[in-house]
């Protein structure tokens, strides 16, 4: 079915985010802080989490008991599906996938280059189904491994091979947790010391707040209302964008139909410098201006600053 874009109903949009950083720098508690979430404990740290700030959760030993799980009914009650971590995670579809044929892998246990290809489109059908099937956010966590580049070091997220292409591919945003003085910070936006995905405004670093004993932990609920606000008011922008263009077309085309020689061509162009043009109708009616322009054998005097009869060598010329 072909559908307006101005029909996108893009406040109710689910979000997939990717969250890296140090061990220890509080990734899962920030992860946790997302809107009603389930906390798929693939690494078993769930015990390092502060008790206030755990949430309901599963600790899967296989990626066959993920599969198992994460099924509509089981995850009702939910609103955002929290993988920690998602090189764990990755882990245990590796050895799903060598389980499944036995060519996925290598003689010392390790994914065969068939394999990678495998488990990197395993990872982002898994991403799908959770985010269009199930209709839920996505939360994934990734530990920061260090990787040298001359004199700069440079943070990557520490995942097997070449995997580590599919897992940004389905992501929304994407960001690296670090630490400036005693503030926790998130970073968006690309730079040299690592690689993050920002869209609908969510960009640079943000300052993560501290929390208290009575402070909620919310952060990612709050970004994620931010994200949809913002999403919803670039919708009814482009709708007001959209309506503001055709009127401009209407009014344009009407202006220039009734152009046959140069008297109505001179009592046209104030009218078609009034109007209010918008996206790309200036241009598209410039082109319409011109052609009818020259169908009608007219040529613009800079002199006398109006449309003329053209001189018969140009009309020789044409």
Request: glycine letters at 8%; one cysteine or more; hydrophobic letters at 35%.
């Amino acid at each position: 079915m072909i559908r307006n874009p101005n029909d996108i109903q893009e406040g109710a949009k689910k979000i997939r985010m990717l969250i890296a950083g140090y061990p220890g720098i509080g990734k899962s508690t920030l992860a946790l802080s997302a809107p009603n979430p389930l906390h798929i404990d693939v690494d078993f740290g769930i015990d390092r989490i502060e008790p206030r700030y755990r949430k309901p959760y599963i600790q899967p030993q296989s990626y066959d008991e993920i599969l198992g799980d994460l099924t509509p009914i089981n995850l009702q009650d939910f609103d955002t599906l929290v993988f920690d971590t998602g090189g764990k995670l990755i882990s245990l579809m590796s050895l799903w996938a060598i389980k499944k044929d036995p060519k996925y892998g290598q003689r010392d246990g390790s994914l065969s280059l068939k394999g990678y290809g495998f488990v990197g489109k395993e990872f982002v059908r898994l991403m799908d189904y959770c985010f269009y099937e199930l209709q839920k956010n996505i939360v994934i966590v990734f530990h920061a491994t260090e990787e040298k580049d001359g004199d700069n070091t440079r943070l990557r997220i520490k995942v097997e091979g070449q995997t580590k292409n599919n897992v940004w591919e389905p992501m929304d945003l994407g960001g690296f947790v670090e630490i400036y003085g005693n503030d926790r910070t998130i970073g968006f936006s690309n730079c040299e010391r690592y690689f993050a995905k920002g869209t609908r405004g969510i960009s640079g670093i943000r300052k993560i707040p501290a929390l208290g004993p009575t402070s909620p932990n919310d952060f990612l609920t709050k970004l994620f209302a931010e994200y949809n606000a913002k999403a919803t008011a670039e919708v009814e922008q482009n709708a007001v964008d959209q309506a503001a263009y055709e009127a401009a077309m209407v009014e344009g085309t009407a202006i220039i139909a009734d152009i046959v020689d140069a008297d109505t061509a001179n009592a046209a162009m104030p009218k078609y410098q009034a109007i209010k043009h918008a996206l790309t109708s200036n241009k598209e009616l410039g082109v319409l201006w011109n052609k009818k322009i020259k169908e009608c054998s007219l040529f613009f005097d800079k002199v006398l600053k109006k449309y003329t009869p053209a001189p018969e060598e140009a009309k020789e010329a044409e």
